[in-house]
């Protein structure tokens, strides 16, 4: 799996988007940018993912480069309870026996009141 | 819609003895991944079961073993516990596994070796 880079820490005020990017640029065509996060002494949650187009759900918009090389999570109106490690993953998404999760160290994201 | 549970919540056990943890994935799901995350390091990639084979494991000792039910459900055995086996176990579990469908992932169990 395609190694990713992400800044280490983040703040964001209460209320503001936040845009948290992410680095792939070793990313091949059948690998997909996943996102999740993990609030402190829970499983790690699943935000969105995608392959090439941008994408959007109920959490969040997902904004992928037209090289695929980096991406960008957006966090539209982030509240106190957006606060926790965010992960940016590359993943195979074809027939393979190689489906684990390598998770980094993530970004740790504080949102201030 | 339940999410993936795990049994229990908290273990503690004693150096060189067994211990099994519980996984039940979201209903329909036909895919279980195991990780470990030992405190201060990310998640570690354990196993993988889908429709009831083991797929794929991790760099784990061959005293980390599991299985998965007909009903989908999975354990994981540690045998001969070690000090450093301290962690929290996260189980995940997907849509049939050979696609690119997410994992959604239970709240562990935390075990504790004395």
């Known amino acids: 799996d395609a190694k990713t880079t992400q800044p280490p820490s983040m703040d964001c005020a209460e209320g503001r988007a936040a845009n948290l990017p992410c680095n792939h640029s070793t990313i091949s065509g059948n690998e997909y940018v996943y996102w999740y996060r993990q609030i402190h002494s829970q499983g790690p949650q699943y935000i969105i993912h995608g392959l090439k187009n941008n994408e959007t759900n109920e959490m969040a918009s997902l904004i992928i480069t037209e090289d695929r090389k980096s991406s960008t999570l957006i966090l539209p109106h982030a509240t106190l309870r957006d606060t926790a490690v965010y992960y940016c993953?590359?993943?195979?998404?074809?027939?393979?026996?190689?489906?684990?999760?390598?998770f980094g160290a993530g970004t740790t994201v504080t949102v201030r009141a | 819609e339940a999410g993936v549970t795990q049994s229990p919540t908290h273990l503690i056990k004693t150096r060189g003895h067994h211990a099994t943890l519980r996984c039940s994935p979201i209903s329909g799901h036909t895919s279980v991944y195991w990780y470990q995350q030992a405190l201060g390091l990310g998640l570690q990639f354990l196993l993988w079961y889908d429709e009831g084979e083991e797929r794929n494991r991790g760099n784990f000792p061959p005293r980390f073993s599991g299985r998965q039910f007909p009903n989908y459900s999975s354990e994981l055995n540690v045998n001969a516990l070690e000090l450093e086996d301290s962690a929290l176990y996260l189980c995940?579990?997907?849509?049939?596994?050979?696609?690119?469908?997410?994992?959604?992932f239970g709240d562990g169990t935390r075990l504790s070796i004395l």
């Open positions: 995940a579990s997907s849509l049939q596994g050979y696609s690119n469908q997410p994992q959604h």
């Open positions: 993953i590359v993943r195979v998404g074809g027939h393979s026996n190689d489906y684990k999760l390598s």
